[in-house]
């Protein structure tokens, strides 16, 4: 088993920007990837970001490319996400989710650990 647990989320306001990190315990050698969704009230889970664990390789939602970036830390066990130029439509409850062997990185059902998720909230 693998818990995980989100961090970092809160209230700014419109192009500010928050750094969310995820801290995986428990048997994390046995994970493929690690990534990001979020939902928003009445939306479906949307994938972010996600970066593989052998070879660090990122993946993004490509709308996001530029204001957000992914990045890990092998000896922690963590993975951050940093998100710039925050806008309202960003609200959401985001989730950090681990994958044993992802095939389709941007499909949730792909994922097999998910931790509770952490509240952003942005201003405008």
């Known amino acids: 088993q693998v818990q995980l647990v989100e961090s970092g989320g809160g209230l700014v306001q419109a192009g500010g920007s928050l750094r969310l990190s995820c801290a995986a315990s428990?048997?994390?050698?046995?994970?493929?990837?690690m990534g990001w969704f979020r939902q928003a009230p009445g939306k479906e889970r949307e994938f972010l970001a996600a970066i593989t664990w052998s070879d660090g390789r990122a993946h993004y939602l490509d709308v996001l490319k530029g204001r957000f970036t992914i990045s890990r830390d092998n000896a922690k066990n963590t993975v951050d996400l940093q998100m710039n130029s925050l806008k309202p439509e960003d609200t959401a409850l985001y989730y950090c989710?681990?994958?044993?062997?992802?095939?389709?990185?941007?499909?949730?059902?792909?994922?097999?650990?998910w931790g509770p998720g952490t509240q952003v909230t942005v201003s405008s």
């Open positions: 989710a681990a994958s044993k062997g992802v095939r389709r990185i941007g499909d949730p059902h792909d994922y097999d650990y």
């Open positions: 428990g048997r994390t050698f046995s994970l493929d990837a």
